[in-house]
Each structure stands twice: as structure tokens, then as C-alpha cells.
């Protein structure tokens, strides 16, 4: 069974329609596909309550969702951290109301980003922005994109690395609840919470077995053991984690658009043997 738990659609800053990401997780040799897009459960909600959306696939869907949370505060040491959420139920009235105001948090940090951006002189982004995420929550990639437009940046890359990563004028602070919240949220929806990619925050060993420890002990009980085409020592290093700390396993491309060779839906590494997955909980 090929298990694909973490992929994004147009419904954030994917590039595929839920019914595109299907059928290409189906080409793949996917059985069991999570959509888990960022602060928005509308895109697998379609796929469900829509039937003329729903391609005729065997493929099994999960209803999941990247929720963006702030581990340690907003102090010097505080960062984003992403949690999975897996198997929430979609009518959850708190997961909708959480989910609500993280849209709105998305929407308000665009406007300070773009006016940040407007002082550097650039033109003023976010009519843009909003235009490119259409029905999908607005993410910082949507600013990439159209700085590479506006021929600001040659690159997504280039547009992170000088403007919107860690650090940058675009890494808005005070943005997200904390971390501890966050994974509460995904259980009060009777789901499971997954810590996404954690080798994507660079943290040292020390900070990452902390970071590990606070989501264990807020209710998280999986970790991303693989996320997309990973080496293999970091692969052993995180499922040692995992069985250090006593929690479940979880596997994802955090597929994001085509022609992302380390990122293709149902192309990510395979978690160890040792591992007990996260689907066992289920
Ligand atoms: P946001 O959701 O607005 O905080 O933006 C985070 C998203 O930006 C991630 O989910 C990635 O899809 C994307 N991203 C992060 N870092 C980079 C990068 N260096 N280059 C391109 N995209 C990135
Ligand atoms: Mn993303
Ligand atoms: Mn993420
Ligand atoms: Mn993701």
C-alpha cells in the first residue's frame, strides 16, 4: 500500500485542482492520498461534496490539513512550525472556526507584507496576490510568484531568499497561535496530529528533540519520518526520534506542483520497517 499524507492543491499554493492531484497520486500507484492544504480544508470538502468533482478513481481519500503554528513564542527564539492534521472531521464547528480565523491571519499578514514590500519600492502586490490565490488561502509563495512576474527576482527561490524566508522583510511575526493550540485543535476534530517535514526548520539536534518533545507533550502523535525524496541518514535520524519519543510515523511527498523532482505526489522515500505507522492508529 503506497501512502502519500501530505499534498497541496489550488486550494492554497498548489497548482493542481483537487480532481488533477487525484488523478496524478492514481498514476502514481497512490492508494491512499491525503490533501493537506495549507489552513483550508475546502479542497477535499469539494471533492467530497461534490460528485461531479470527484474523479472515478479506487484511490482512497483522507481529509487532512497544514495548519501554520508558533513554537516558543514570537521572541528571538520562536519560529513557525507546520502541524498535519489527519483524518479531521470536516464539520468540526472549532476545527471551522480555527480555520476561519487562520485565513484571516493569512489575509491581514498579506497586507503588511505587501505594504512592507510597496516602502521598497515596489508596486503594490497584494491586488495580485489575491487574484493568484483565487479560491485558495494566500501564502507568501503567491508573492514569490508575482515578484518573479514583476521581474523583481529571477526566482521563487531568489524571491524567499531576499525578501520572503526567515529573517526577511516577509516573515511577518505574531501571525500564528501557538503550537500547543494547534495540535489541540486537531484532536477537539478527532483528528491526528502530525509534526510536518521537521528537518525543513534547520534546527540543531538539540532544539529539534525539544520541539519534538513540546508537540508530544501538547498531544501530537506522529512525526513526518519522510517528507518527499529524502536522504537516507536523515530518514534514520528522524524515526530514531520517533521511537525515542514514543510516537507514530508518518509519510508525504508535500507535493506542491509538477516538475518538483525531490517533491512528486507518491515519488517520496520509504519509511523504515521499524517505524510503526501513522496509519495504525487508525
Ligand atoms: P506560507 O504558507 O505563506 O508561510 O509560505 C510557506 C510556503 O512557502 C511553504 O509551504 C512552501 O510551499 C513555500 N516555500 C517555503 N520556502 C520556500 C522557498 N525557499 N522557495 C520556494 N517556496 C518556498
Ligand atoms: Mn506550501
Ligand atoms: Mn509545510
Ligand atoms: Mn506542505
Redesign the pocket.
Known amino acids: 500500500m503506497l501512502f502519500d499524507l501530505h499534498s ?1 492543491s489550488t486550494y ?2 498548489g497548482a493542481l485542482t483537487p480532481t488533477e492531484l487525484i488523478q496524478r497520486a492514481e498514476l502514481a500507484g497512490v492508494d491512499v492520498l491525503a490533501i493537506t492544504d ?1 489552513d483550508t480544508v475546502a479542497g477535499i470538502t469539494e471533492i467530497i461534496t461534490d460528485l461531479d468533482a470527484k474523479p472515478d478513481t479506487t484511490l482512497q481519500l483522507l481529509p487532512g490539513v ?1 495548519l ?1 503554528s508558533q513554537w516558543h513564542g514570537t521572541g528571538a527564539h520562536g519560529m ?1 512550525v ?1 502541524i498535519v492534521g489527519l483524518n479531521v472531521q470536516l464539520d468540526s464547528s472549532e476545527l471551522q472556526d480555527a480555520l476561519t480565523r487562520q485565513q484571516q491571519a ?1 489575509y491581514d ?1 498579506a497586507a503588511i507584507i505587501a505594504d512592507r514590500l510597496r516602502k521598497k519600492g515596489f508596486p503594490d502586490l497584494l491586488p495580485a496576490v489575491i487574484t493568484a490565490a483565487g479560491q485558495g ?5 503567491h508573492f ?1 510568484e508575482q515578484l518573479v512576474a514583476i521581474d523583481a527576482v529571477k526566482s ?2 531568489e ?3 531576499r525578501y ?2 526567515a529573517g526577511k522583510i516577509g516573515d511577518i511575526k505574531n501571525v500564528w497561535q501557538a503550537l500547543e493550540d494547534v495540535v489541540g485543535w486537531v484532536r477537539d476534530a478527532g483528528g491526528t496530529a502530525v509534526l510536518a517535514h521537521p528537518d525543513k526548520y534547520h534546527l540543531t539536534h538539540t532544539k529539534l528533540r525539544a520541539l519534538v518533545g513540546d508537540f508530544k507533550a501538547a498531544g501530537g502523535e506522529a512525526i513526518e519520518v519522510v517528507s518527499g525524496h529524502q536522504i537516507a541518514y536523515k530518514t534514520k535520524n528522524l524515526s530514531d526520534l520517533c521511537e525515542l519519543n514514543n510516537l507514530h510515523a508518518s509519510c508525504g511527498s ?1 507535493f ?1 506542483k509538477p516538475g518538483q523532482h525531490w517533491a512528486e505526489v507518491g515519488k517520496h522515500s520509504t519509511l523504515p520497517d521499524s517505524c510503526r505507522p501513522v496509519w495504525d492508529l487508525w
Open positions: 497541496h492554497s499554493d495549507h497544514e501554520s513557525g507546520h493569512r499578514r488561502t494566500i501564502g507568501r509563495p514569490a521563487s527561490d524571491a524567499f531568499r520572503l524566508g508535500d506542491h
